[in-house]
């Protein structure tokens, strides 16, 4: 029983050690997204997952009446110089700033070049 125990621990391990974890604090003066003032200071803060191509996140802000809450994940692979993605992101909102919005998004990356497209569809009607 020793030695499964030991190789569970070992196996538990490199899995641990080949994902990595990330995460971000910060403050804007003046919250734009896109090119649509959100807030005037906003705090924010994330965390983020990876593990080979895999990642996947949450973020947040202050955006006065509530939060916004960013949901993503997303998958790449490569193919020599090329890389590939795709993935989704959902925005949504505490309290009565806005409605859910959510997102396909697909990317393509050769060497220095980059192209990306998203779509998304928004459950709502006002605009703050």
Do not use: P
């Amino acid at each position: 029983m020793k030695h499964k125990k030991l190789i569970s621990l070992c196996l538990l391990s490199a899995i641990v050690g080949a994902v990595e974890f990330s995460g971000n604090i910060g403050y804007a003066s003046e919250y734009h997204y896109r090119g649509i003032f959100q807030h005037a200071d906003s705090l924010n803060a994330g965390v983020d997952i990876e593990a080979g191509g895999f990642s996947a996140g949450v973020w947040t802000a202050d955006v006065g009446d509530g939060a916004e809450v960013d949901l993503y994940g997303s998958y790449s692979w490569e193919l020599g110089d090329l890389t590939a993605s795709a993935g989704m992101t959902g925005y949504y909102y505490t309290g009565d700033f806005d409605e859910t919005y959510e997102e396909v998004n697909l990317g393509l990356d050769y060497k220095f070049l980059s192209v990306a497209h998203s779509y998304g569809t928004w459950d709502g009607t006002k605009i703050k």
